[in-house]
C-alpha cells in the first residue's frame, strides 16, 4: 500500500494486509495525534488496509495555543 | 488477524471513526451530531453567548478555527471571521487562503489585517527584534488585534478555535510551574472588562483529532502543515506527553482540563479577584493596559524599526538550538 505521510511531506510503500492500528503502531504514530484517510474518507482504528489500498495518515495536533 | 467493520453506536452502520475516550465508534452523521452537541454543551454550560449576540471568530486557516466557525454557523449563530495576516512566508499565505476559500464558499464576512500592511512588520521579524521566541510576539499580537477588530466592530464577542488538547496542554504546563495567576485565568470564558470584549472557548470539550475529523467530514480544506515557527515549542511537548497517557489511558485529558474547570477553578476565584490589576489607556492607541504605553504598541515600534527577516532565518536558527 501507499502511504503518505505529512510535516514533513513523505511517502512509504508497505506490502501485506493491516488493519489502521498496526499500521500507525507499525510506524510508532500516536493515534491521538492522527486521522487514517483512504479515498478521501475518514477510517476507524480496525479498518483493514489492503496492499491496493492509498491512504494518508494525517497529523492533526498545532502548536498554537 | 485484521479484525473488520466496526459499527457506530447510535445507528450500528458502518463507522468512520473510533472515539476511544468515549469507548465508541460513530458513523459520520452521528460523529457530527456528537461534535455538535458537545459545542452546544459547552456555550450553554459556561454562558459563552446567546443566538442573538454579534460574534466575532478569530480564524487562522487552520482546522480549529474553521471547525468552529461551521460549527457556529451549522447551530444557526450569526458569527463574521476575522483573519490575522502574520507574514509568516508561504505558512500566512497558504492559510489565508484557505480562510478566504471557506468565507467565500458560505457567503460569510471575513474581516482581514496584515500585521506587514497595517502595522509594519511580520512575525518572523518581530521575533529577531524583541529576542523573543515567535509565539511570544504571535499571541501578543493576534490578542490586541482580536480585541481591537470586535470592539471597533461592534462584536459582543469573540470565539476562538482553542479546543480541549490545546487546554489540556496549557493547564499541564501552569501546573508543571504551579503558575497561581495563570490557572486561575484559565477558563472557557474570560468576561468583557475595562475596554476588552468577551472572549470564549466553544471547542474546549473536543479534541484536535475531532476537530480535524470535523473538517474532513465536513469537506473543509485547512492548512495542515504545521506552522513553521511552532516546531519545538513547549506547548508541542505537552501535547505529545498527554498524548502519551491518553494512549494508555482513555479520557485522561478531558477529565484534566474539565475536572479542573468544574472541581479546581473555583477555589481560585480569590486569585483572580486579588490579581486583577488596575488598567488604564494606553498613551498611543487607547487600548487597556497596566503602564503607560501597551505591549502592543511597544512590539509595533521596536519590530516595524527592525529590517525584514525571512522566516528562514527564524526557523534555521530555531531548528539549530
Not at chain 1, 49 to 58: A, K, P, Q, S, Y
Not at chain 2, 159 to 171: I, K, M, W
Request: with cysteine; hydrophobic share 40%.
Amino acid at each position: 500500500m501507499r502511504v503518505l505521510l505529512r510535516n514533513p511531506r513523505r511517502e512509504v510503500q508497505l506490502a501485506g494486509r493491516r488493519s489502521v492500528n498496526a499500521l500507525l503502531d507499525e510506524l510508532h504514530l500516536n493515534r491521538e495525534s492522527h486521522l487514517v484517510i483512504r479515498n478521501g474518507t475518514l477510517i476507524p482504528g480496525d479498518a483493514a488496509l489492503d496492499d491496493n489500498d492509498e491512504v494518508e495518515i494525517r497529523p492533526v495536533i498545532s502548536g498554537g495555543a | 488477524m485484521v479484525a473488520v467493520g466496526s459499527k457506530c453506536r447510535t445507528c450500528r452502520g458502518p463507522a468512520i471513526i473510533d472515539l476511544p475516550r468515549h469507548n465508541a465508534n460513530f458513523c459520520a452523521e452521528h460523529f457530527l451530531e456528537l461534535c455538535r452537541r458537545q459545542v452546544v454543551k459547552a456555550i450553554e454550560s459556561f454562558a459563552m453567548f446567546t443566538p442573538t449576540d454579534h460574534i466575532l471568530v478569530a480564524v487562522s486557516g487552520g482546522k480549529d478555527s474553521l471547525a468552529v466557525w461551521d460549527i457556529l454557523v451549522d447551530l444557526g449563530y450569526h458569527a463574521d471571521g476575522l483573519y490575522v495576516g502574520l507574514g509568516i512566508g508561504d505558512y500566512s499565505e497558504a492559510s489565508a487562503v484557505f480562510a478566504r476559500d471557506f468565507a467565500a464558499a458560505r457567503g460569510l464576512k471575513l474581516i482581514e489585517v496584515s500585521l506587514r500592511d497595517d502595522y509594519g512588520y511580520d512575525i518572523p521579524t518581530a521575533a529577531r527584534a524583541t529576542h523573543r521566541v515567535p509565539c511570544s510576539s504571535c499571541g501578543l499580537s493576534k490578542r490586541h488585534l482580536f480585541d481591537k477588530a470586535a470592539l471597533d466592530g461592534g462584536y459582543d464577542v469573540v470565539v476562538t478555535g482553542h479546543n480541549l488538547d490545546d487546554e489540556a496542554a496549557v493547564l499541564f504546563g501552569n501546573t508543571l510551574r504551579w503558575e497561581i495567576d495563570y490557572l486561575a485565568r484559565q477558563l472557557p470564558v474570560l468576561a468583557a472588562r475595562d475596554g476588552f470584549p468577551r472572549k470564549v472557548k466553544p471547542l474546549v470539550r473536543l479534541t484536535e483529532r475531532e476537530m480535524a475529523a470535523w473538517c474532513v467530514v465536513r469537506g473543509i480544506d485547512y492548512v495542515v502543515e504545521e506552522c513553521p515557527m511552532a516546531a519545538g515549542n513547549k506547548h508541542l511537548a505537552y501535547k505529545a506527553a498527554l498524548n502519551e497517557i491518553e494512549a494508555k489511558s482513555p479520557g485522561s485529558k478531558a477529565a484534566f482540563y474539565l475536572n479542573f474547570v468544574d472541581r479546581m477553578a473555583p477555589l481560585l476565584a480569590g486569585q483572580r479577584a486579588s490579581s486583577a490589576e488596575t488598567l488604564a489607556p494606553c498613551s498611543v492607541c487607547g487600548s487597556p493596559t497596566t503602564g503607560d504605553v501597551c505591549a502592543f504598541c511597544r512590539l509595533v515600534t521596536k519590530a516595524s524599526a527592525h529590517e525584514p527577516v525571512p522566516v528562514e532565518l527564524v526557523t534555521g536558527k530555531r531548528r539549530r538550538s
